[in-house]
């Protein structure tokens, strides 16, 4: 068995509007606090779809931006290792879920578009290939059950 990591965070929701859930689905606040010790509170709600407030995020972006936040660490990290000068890396990811009978859904695909600026044209084809490997050992890819596609584009920059 491998090492072993414990994550403990705090979800309180703070949308009771004085009757709790007991007026109806539509008469209760979605807005919840995402906590963790000693970190900036995170302020949720629901999908706008599903009476959220479009102000605070939502767990469907949270799932999107763990995807994004992993690859792009774990991409890194597989540059450092070989080599490859990053000198800049933004991504604009986008997920599409797909609700289904009986007040479900699920996530269909989740794309990354990273743009990654590196040192060296020497170095465009392994950053480009970097992608796959990345995607490889990314913990939060890994654990999810939809395909998460890459469309990267690789840049030459200082």
Not at 19 to 27: E, L, N
Not at 88 to 108: K, L, N, P, Q
Request: with cysteine; proline share 4%.
């Amino acid at each position: 068995m491998g090492k072993q990591h414990a994550y403990r965070t705090t979800v309180r929701w703070t949308g009771n509007t004085g009757t709790g859930t007991g007026s109806g689905y539509r008469a209760y606040g979605r807005a919840h606090d995402v906590i963790g010790d000693g970190k900036p509170t995170l302020q949720g709600s629901a999908d706008p779809a599903f009476l959220g407030d479009p102000e605070r995020w939502n767990p469907e972006e949270f799932l999107v931006i763990a995807l994004s936040q992993c690859h792009m660490l774990t991409y890194l990290s597989v540059c450092a290792r070989d080599g490859v000068t990053v000198t800049a890396y933004e991504d604009v990811a986008t997920g599409v879920m797909e609700e289904t009978a009986g007040y479900s859904g699920h996530f269909t695909e989740v794309v990354l578009r990273p743009v990654v600026t590196v040192g060296d044209a020497a170095m465009v084809e392994r950053a480009r290939t970097a992608h796959h490997d990345a995607h490889q050992t990314c913990f939060i890819a890994n654990s999810v059950n939809f395909p998460v596609r890459h469309e990267p584009t690789i840049r030459v920059g200082g």
